[in-house]
């Protein structure tokens, strides 16, 4: 293709409709056709990035390859597209503001009064460009954040509309999200909402080209033709999006509805052929139809917000169609467990995921499940704090070190098992500042990690400023608890077992983010298949 086409996401009505999951199945659906298509997500908050946000406020960090904390949205773009994304597909109106006010400190703008348009909104249409002019991509989809009509959202929506102009017809489309609501009083569906949102974006001087509309009940012939009427769209181009059993099921629907046709054409582009969901529709095959089920504990600090471990529920249910597994995920607040309620708490779960955090509260809860996973056979994984307590844990009841702990929960800690890298000890800046993205690591040879990898050498995404005190290496592996997987350059411990157990494992990384449809993670593949079969194991002896 000659030239990018560009494709506009927005929302409109009510927050939370799931644009970054219509986004991210319309790019399945065109990647699916063999186009080179990518997405990014325009985030209207002035925090730079999400690293510093709390958990209950946004969810969960997502981290690429590169180092970028960003929208956990992007982790919807890699699990669909199986495609690795970058800084580039995450852009916040903080890094936006950063860069202008850089650029005018360096004198770059001429002595010119530097103003929302056009400053602003020229650096908004470059970051929405950037990935088009790479060459890697014939489609980027864009995906604008927050509700039409917001405050904050306005740049961008003026970003847009400059753009849809400057490409020219055909070059550029807007899909707009919106809500048909079903009011149970009147026993029908609403348009008014969508007509009031689309009306909206008009104002703003932006057409919608296609409407995509959330609904829980069908949307009829005759709705959908009324809406094609007043909101100024084919009939052909308004798209029901009804509630689905699971997120995976959503590009089959739009697929059904005729989201990618529509949309090709609008772009005119060939519609020659048929999509390639095989190996899609096969993952649905296996995880809509387990053979068995399990039931993993999630141990973490901030489960009341399912979205705050979104990748690791998500690894869980691709993990679990490789297995033909149901994984039934328990969330269980580290905060309310205690040495007098933990076996009470845990007891009957076929496997322990002890997750990741930052700070002290619900530590000693995590501990706990960590010694209750260990004494009673139960397979575990700890991810990155996770991997941090089970050091922890180990020092204190194994080696006897009472007190041991990090530094980051215990200053004055007698035993620091776990200390501040080297290199954040003079960071003062909180954002961004971690050690971020992909590092290598080497897998001990003949260790259960290099089993379940399958290879020696491997790559893996890394969110922490804390890790394991070297010190005590010598100490941990000559009790039991193995040091199985290194930086080769820094020799930072990154992965933890204990071969003696049926199935432990820390890692201070986090695999939950590379683990998608295409390519379920290994680590998750492998902690399931374990976990079945302890399961299976146990249910035979009691049987015998």
């Not at 939370?16 to 990014?40: C, H, M």
């Not at 847009?160 to 020219?168: D, T």
């Not at 509309?213 to 009829?220: A, N």
Request: aromatic residues 6%; hydrophobic residues 35%.
């Amino acid at each position: 293709m000659s030239q990018t086409k560009y494709i506009f996401v927005t929302g409109g009505v009510t927050s939370s409709l799931g644009k970054g999951i219509i986004a991210a199945s319309l790019a399945k659906l065109l990647q699916a056709r063999g186009y080179r298509t990518t997405i990014q997500k325009l985030d209207p908050y002035i925090n730079v990035d999400p690293g510093t946000l709390n958990p209950y406020e946004h969810g969960e960090c997502y981290v690429t390859d590169d180092g970028a904390e960003t929208d956990l949205d992007l982790g919807h773009y890699e699990r669909f597209l199986n495609v690795r994304t970058s800084q580039a597909n995450n852009v916040t109106t903080g890094r936006i503001y950063q860069s202008v006010i850089e650029k005018e400190r360096r004198g770059e703008f001429l002595g010119k009064t530097v103003q929302v348009v056009p400053h602003i909104t020229n650096e908004i249409k470059e970051r929405i460009q950037n990935l088009g002019k790479s060459g890697d991509y014939d489609i980027v989809i864009t995906e604008i954040g927050g509700t039409v009509g917001d405050i904050e959202s306005l740049p961008y929506i003026e970003s847009v509309r400059q753009l849809l102009w400057e490409l020219g017809e055909h070059n550029g489309i807007v899909i707009h999200l919106t809500l048909v609501p079903f009011l149970a009083a009147a026993g029908e569906l609403k348009t008014k909402p969508t007509q009031h949102s689309v009306k909206t974006l008009m104002e703003s001087g932006i057409k919608a080209d296609i409407l995509v509309c959330r609904t829980e009940h069908q949307i009829s012939d005759d709705i959908k033709s009324k809406l094609a009427l007043f909101c100024n769209v084919r009939k052909e181009a308004v798209i029901q999006s009804i509630d689905a059993s699971t997120i995976y099921d959503v590009p089959i629907l739009m697929q059904e509805e005729g989201l990618d046709t529509v949309t090709l054409e609008k772009l005119a582009l060939p519609n020659t052929k048929e999509p390639d969901l095989a190996q899609w529709k096969e993952f649905l095959k296996r995880h809509k139809n387990p053979k068995n089920k399990v039931t993993i504990g999630l141990i973490g600090k901030y489960v009341e917000l399912p979205d705050s471990y979104k990748s690791i529920q998500e690894a869980f249910i691709h993990a679990g169609a490789t297995n033909e597994v149901e994984v039934e995920v328990r969330s269980i607040h580290s905060e309310h467990l205690t040495v007098n309620n933990v076996e009470k708490k845990l007891i009957g779960l076929d496997g322990i995921l002890v997750a990741p955090g930052f700070g002290e509260r619900g530590i000693e809860g995590k501990v706990k499940a960590v010694q209750y996973a260990r004494e009673n056979n139960v397979p575990f994984l700890g991810i990155c704090l996770g991997m941090q307590m089970a050091v922890i844990e180990f020092a204190r009841n194994i080696l006897g070190l009472t007190g041991a702990n990090s530094t980051e929960m215990d200053k004055n800690t007698p035993y620091p098992v776990i200390s501040l890298m080297e290199e954040q000890k003079n960071v003062k800046d909180k954002g961004g500042t971690m050690r971020l993205g992909a590092w290598d690591c080497h897998l001990k040879p003949g260790s259960l990690a290099e089993k379940v990898y399958g290879a020696s050498d491997i790559s893996e995404r890394h969110r922490h400023r804390y890790e394991f005190n070297n010190e005590y290496k010598k100490q941990m592996e000559d009790a039991g608890l193995v040091a199985s997987g290194l930086n080769p350059k820094t020799g930072l411990v990154e992965v933890v077992e204990i071969p003696e157990h049926p199935w432990f494992i820390g890692v201070q990384y986090h695999p939950e983010y590379k683990s998608t449809v295409a390519n379920p993670h290994p680590l998750f593949v492998g902690f399931v298949k374990a976990v079945l079969a302890q399961k299976l194991k146990q249910k035979n002896a009691s049987l015998a």
